[in-house]
C-alpha cells in the first residue's frame, strides 16, 4: 500500500509497505527495524514474532515512548506476557497488530503528535 505524504521533513514517516518492504520517507527497508519520530533503528535483527526477546524489548525502550506498537508479521501473534513485561512494568502503553495495521496506526499517531514508537517485523 502506498501512502501520501506532504512534508517528510516533519520525521520519520511511513510512506509505503507491502509484504517483504516498508518505505520511510521513501527509501525501502527490507528487515525487521523500530521506527519513531525522530529516531530509527534500521536493524532490529528479528525476523519473527517468536524470537522476541527481552532484550528487543530493551531496544525498543530506549526510545523512551510513550506508546509502543508492535507490528507481528503478516498476522497477529500475541508473545508470551513474559518477554514484554518490562514495557508493562514502566506503565507504557502496548499493542500487538500485523505488521501492515501497525504501519498505518503508527502513522496516524505520529501525525497527531503523539510519542509512539513502532517495531516493526518483516
Not at 36 to 59: K, M, S, V, Y
Not at 65 to 88: D, N, Q, R
Not at 94 to 113: K, P, Q
Request: aromatic share 8%; net charge negative; glycine share 8%.
Amino acid at each position: 500500500m502506498k501512502f501520501a505524504q506532504d512534508n517528510q521533513d516533519s520525521g520519520y514517516v511511513i510512506t509505503a509497505y507491502d509484504h517483504d518492504a516498508i518505505s520511510i520517507n521513501g527509501k525501502a527497508f527490507n528487515q525487521s527495524l523500530i521506527i519513531a519520530n525522530t529516531q530509527l533503528n534500521e536493524n532490529w535483527g528479528i525476523a519473527a514474532i517468536e524470537g522476541l526477546a527481552p532484550d528487543h524489548i530493551d531496544q525498543v525502550l530506549a526510545f523512551t515512548p510513550e506508546l509502543i506498537i508492535i507490528g507481528t508479521g503478516s498476522k497477529l501473534i500475541f508473545p508470551a506476557v513474559e518477554t514484554y513485561s518490562a514495557i508493562i512494568e514502566r506503565g507504557i502503553g502496548v499493542d500487538f497488530m500485523d505488521t501492515h495495521a501497525a504501519c498505518r496506526t503508527y502513522n496516524i499517531l505520529m501525525s497527531e503528535g503523539r510519542d509512539v514508537v513502532a517495531g516493526l517485523i518483516l
